[in-house]
Structures are given as structure tokens and as C-alpha cells.
């Protein structure tokens, strides 16, 4: 190892210690004597490095002073070209500008033989983000810099508006959306926007009482926390959420999901190595991943209000993983286990916890019962089929029509819709396991465009959509997903 490398991972070595280190570890870190550690140390401060400490008390680096760089290896040129092409492409226009620049600096800088490293890198970052936002990032940036407050008119998924003033701490960059993380004073809690939902975002004068560091730890807190400690909505105001925030940041926890709280092993934990076995001594285990069907069964499972322990699997990974084909050879979500009983499908779910658990009323009796078993598997068959066969854009002419059980989607439609009509549950006078099912899927047609928008199911849907424990069960999806989006 040359002179200039030793001295220069030296100074590397420092930075990342924020303490005092011994120089028995740097030296032993750097593969070097005690000695030639002491002599190198004293020529980093003879150039103007600003180390503290001396021999038997350890050393530290103060901020600021720069080596001039060395040269880069080819794997690092591609790197940098990749990581600022991707800002070029995925980022606002001055970060674009500044990455371009920073592309120029290091292209005059490199010798020949790495500029073409640098210009025909085989790296190619795809297009760019290309959907319509109001607000420019610029303005989210500067706030998130600035620890400045934002008031802001946001519109949700189901289209709804609202105007709310949020402490901003983080901008997420993903494929396919970017996310704004801040504390939301309406709510009382963290909450991430969708970028190109935001109708106006305007900064305030007012700075929010936290670092943004103190917000952007609460946060990662919680989103590792299997269960969380609630506050009242009312400390989330800005005269007195300093004295939680400031000094306590992990006081700042959303209350949305603190009840009831299960144990959750979340999508960074996925089990692997047999923990995925290990579990299943639960008495009442549920696999699901948060973008899936399986959020019918956790709807069910909030009715039920038993305890139950929540498995997030991974498209293509976990989900395929010896441990959990040996619970569904499909490979697919959602599925339970209760006790020694493995149940698949979400209808067949639905209906064995609404037996299994006669104390939650999910199971009608009498003449509602063949309602009840008619439209759970209505909707679990033919509606289910017709709808994925449309999404397939198979249009079925009449011999198939004859030949499929579905039928024609028009059909099963208006079907479904005379079941509805007039009626606040489909079987009986009471709610049951059935409107889970069929409710969640009128719910996510209309919202999604695979079912349209007809007086009767709105008025169904609107009958339900409300329940708490429907609102638990999305907050709870949605805390994972948000979990799995940063971090990983």
C-alpha cells in the first residue's frame, strides 16, 4: 500500500468514527505498526488536518478537512455515471442540472482511459418519471431543508380532498411513485403523500418544534415497532407538540394502528431458515402481503377481534419458499393456520373463521343462511372469473358462455347489483362474514375500475367501508407497505 492511500484511508477511517478511537484500532484497522500509525497522524496535522486526541486517549477527525481524491477504480466510474444518470432522469429539474454538472466534473478529472467508462457505461437508467404533479419538488425539498411547516390540499386514493398543514422530513424517490414522509397535525400522526396527489403545498413561516432528525428517528421507529405507544391527537398542535417532539421524539407515534396492537413480523423480517415452521406454533397465523386479496381475510380477522399473528411474504421469494409452499403448494396469499388447520382462499377463510369463532356473530342462522353460502361463493366464482377474464380481455361469445360457469361479466353484474339493491347486508339483518367478502370486492372494483360505479353498490359500500375494524385493517396494510417501500 502506498504512502498517499494509507494516509488517505486514514482519514476515511476517522470520519466514520464520531468518538475518540484508539490508536491500537487504527493501527490494527489499517494493518499497520503503532509507530508508523503515530508518525502518519502527525503528517495528516502538519497538512492542515484537524485531529484532536494523543496517544493513550485516541483521536478524533473534526469536519471539514479534505484530502484531494484519489483516482477511482472503473467499478466506481460506472457507479457514479449510473447514480447520476438516475438523478438526471428521476429527480427535479435543479438536482437534474446539478447531477449534470457533477457528471462534467468528474469526466475533466478522470484520464483517458475511464472517461469512456464514464460516456459509453452499458449501465442505462430506463425513462424517466412521467406523471403530472402540481407541486414542484423544489418547493418539498426546501421545506424538508428549511424544517419548515407545509400547508398543503391533498387528494387520496379514493379521491377525496383535504387541506392539512404537515412537518415534511423526507422525500422517497421509487419506480414507480415518489413520497413525501412528514408528521400531519389534521391526524396526529406520520403519514406519507403521494407526490403527484398534491394539489398545493405552500411553506409556512412557522418551523416545526423538532429536528428533522428527532422526526425522521420517530419515524423509523415506528416503522420497526411491533407495537406502538398512541398519543392523543391533540399533542400533534403546534403549541404544545415541541415539548413531546423535542425532547422525546419517540413520543411522536401515530395512534391510527396502536390498537389493538398484534405481533407483526414485518416484510424486512420475512421468515426464512425455518422461522417460517417455528411460527406456526401460533395458535392463529395469517400470511398475507400487503398489496393482495389478503386483505379481505385481515378485514376478517379485525372482526374477529382475536389475537393473530401476521406473516408479510414476498412476491417471487418468500412466497415461493419451501417453508411456506408446504402451507400453500400455490405459492399464493392470503392463507391461515389454526392450531393444525390450513385454510386457503380468501372465501373459504372467510367462512371458517366466522365458524370457528361463533362469539363474533360473523355466521347467520335460519333463512339468512342460504343468502349467506349463495353470494359468499357468487362473488368468490362467477364474479370473481368474469371479472378476471375481462381484465384478461377475453370477451366470451355464446358457446363459451354456455361452456364457462361465470357466464357473460354483464351479466353477473346485474346480478350482483339486484342482490344489493335496498339492502344494508346481503344475507339477513345482520352483518356477516359475507359482506366482508362481497363488500371488499365492490369496494376495490369501483375504486380500482374493474366494476362500475352503479347506485346500488356505492350505497352497499358505503354501508360498510366504515367499520373500524375494515379502517384497521387498511391502516395496518398500509403501515406495511410503507414499511416495505423505506426500507426495505
Known amino acids: 500500500m502506498s504512502r498517499t492511500t494509507r494516509l488517505f484511508d486514514l482519514m476515511q477511517l476517522l470520519r466514520r468514527h464520531r468518538r475518540p478511537v484508539s490508536g491500537h484500532a487504527l493501527a490494527e484497522e489499517l494493518g499497520v505498526s503503532l509507530r508508523t500509525l503515530y508518525r502518519d497522524?502527525?503528517?495528516?496535522k502538519a497538512i492542515g488536518a484537524q485531529i484532536d486526541g494523543e496517544p493513550g486517549m485516541g483521536y478524533v477527525l473534526e469536519p471539514g478537512f479534505m484530502l484531494p481524491p484519489l483516482m477511482f477504480s472503473a467499478e466506481e466510474v460506472e457507479a457514479l455515471a449510473l447514480g447520476l444518470k438516475w438523478v438526471q432522469r428521476r429527480a427535479d429539474s435543479?438536482?437534474?442540472?446539478?447531477?449534470?454538472?457533477?457528471?462534467?466534473?468528474?469526466?475533466?478529472?478522470?484520464?483517458r482511459e475511464l472517461q469512456h467508462r464514464l460516456q459509453d457505461?452499458?449501465?442505462?437508467?430506463?425513462?424517466?418519471?412521467?406523471?403530472?404533479?402540481?407541486?414542484?419538488?423544489?418547493?418539498?425539498?426546501?421545506?424538508?431543508?428549511?424544517?419548515?411547516?407545509?400547508?398543503?390540499?391533498?387528494?387520496?386514493?379514493?379521491?377525496?380532498?383535504?387541506?392539512?398543514?404537515?412537518?415534511?422530513?423526507?422525500?422517497?424517490f421509487f419506480e414507480s411513485t415518489r413520497m413525501l414522509a412528514a408528521w400531519c397535525e389534521m391526524r396526529g400522526g406520520f403519514r406519507q403523500f403521494r407526490v403527484d396527489r398534491l394539489l398545493t403545498a405552500s411553506p409556512l413561516s412557522d418551523r416545526y418544534p423538532c429536528r428533522r432528525q428527532a422526526l425522521h428517528k420517530a419515524?423509523?421507529?415506528e416503522l420497526g415497532a411491533a407495537e406502538l405507544t398512541a398519543i392523543e391527537p391533540a399533542n400533534a398542535t403546534s403549541s404544545n407538540a415541541g415539548s413531546l417532539g423535542c425532547r422525546?421524539?419517540?413520543?411522536?407515534?401515530?395512534?391510527?394502528?396502536?390498537?389493538?396492537?398484534?405481533?407483526?413480523t414485518t416484510p424486512a423480517s420475512t421468515p426464512t431458515n425455518g422461522s417460517l415452521e417455528n411460527s406456526m406454533s401460533t395458535d392463529l397465523v395469517f400470511y398475507t402481503n400487503p398489496q393482495s386479496r389478503g386483505g379481505i381475510v385481515h378485514w376478517m380477522l379485525e372482526e374477529l377481534g382475536v389475537p393473530y399473528q401476521v406473516e408479510y411474504l414476498e412476491y417471487g421469494t418468500s412466497m415461493k419458499s419451501p417453508e411456506y409452499l408446504a402451507v400453500n403448494p400455490m405459492g399464493k396469499v392470503p392463507a391461515i393456520r389454526h392450531g393444525d388447520v390450513v385454510v386457503t382462499e380468501a372465501a373459504a377463510i372467510c367462512a371458517y373463521l366466522a365458524e370457528a369463532f361463533?362469539?363474533?356473530?360473523?355466521?347467520?342462522?335460519?333463512?339468512?343462511?342460504?343468502?349467506?353460502?349463495?353470494?359468499?361463493?357468487f362473488v368468490a366464482g362467477p364474479f370473481e372469473?368474469?371479472?378476471?377474464?375481462?381484465?384478461?380481455n377475453v370477451d366470451l361469445n355464446a358457446e363459451q358462455e354456455m361452456e364457462l360457469g361465470c357466464g357473460r361479466l354483464e351479466k353477473v353484474v346485474d346480478v350482483l347489483a339486484e342482490a344489493v339493491r335496498g339492502r344494508q347486508y346481503i344475507a339477513g339483518d345482520?352483518?356477516?362474514?359475507?359482506?366482508?367478502?362481497?363488500?371488499?370486492?365492490?369496494?376495490?372494483?369501483?375504486?380500482?375500475?374493474?366494476?362500475?360505479?352503479?347506485?346500488?353498490?356505492?350505497?352497499?359500500?358505503?354501508?360498510?367501508?366504515?367499520?373500524?375494524?375494515?379502517?384497521?385493517s387498511e391502516e395496518l396494510a398500509e403501515k406495511a407497505m410503507t414499511k416495505q417501500a423505506w426500507t426495505g
Not at 141 to 164: C, M, P
Not at 250 to 264: D, F, G
Open 248 to 264: 422525546h421524539s419517540e413520543a411522536l407515534l401515530t395512534e391510527s394502528v396502536s390498537t389493538p396492537a398484534y405481533a407483526v
Open 121 to 172: 457505461s452499458a449501465l442505462m437508467v430506463g425513462p424517466g418519471w412521467d406523471k403530472y404533479q402540481s407541486v414542484e419538488l423544489k418547493v418539498l425539498r426546501q421545506a424538508i431543508a428549511e424544517e419548515r411547516k407545509l400547508q398543503i390540499e391533498y387528494r387520496d386514493r379514493k379521491g377525496a380532498a383535504s387541506s392539512r398543514i404537515i412537518w415534511p422530513f423526507a422525500l422517497g
Open 358 to 377: 361463533p362469539e363474533a356473530n360473523l355466521k347467520p342462522d335460519g333463512a339468512a343462511l342460504g343468502p349467506y353460502y349463495r353470494w359468499l361463493f
Open 94 to 111: 435543479e438536482l437534474a442540472g446539478a447531477a449534470a454538472e457533477a457528471l462534467a466534473k468528474v469526466s475533466a478529472v478522470l484520464p
Open 430 to 472: 345482520h352483518f356477516s362474514a359475507a359482506d366482508v367478502y362481497v363488500g371488499a370486492h365492490i369496494g376495490w372494483g369501483m375504486l380500482f375500475g374493474t366494476l362500475e360505479k352503479r347506485p346500488e353498490f356505492v350505497e352497499y359500500w358505503n354501508g360498510l367501508q366504515d367499520r373500524p375494524a375494515n379502517r384497521r
Open 41 to 44: 497522524i502527525a503528517d495528516l
Open 385 to 392: 372469473a368474469a371479472v378476471g377474464l375481462r381484465a384478461c
Open 219 to 221: 419515524w423509523m421507529t
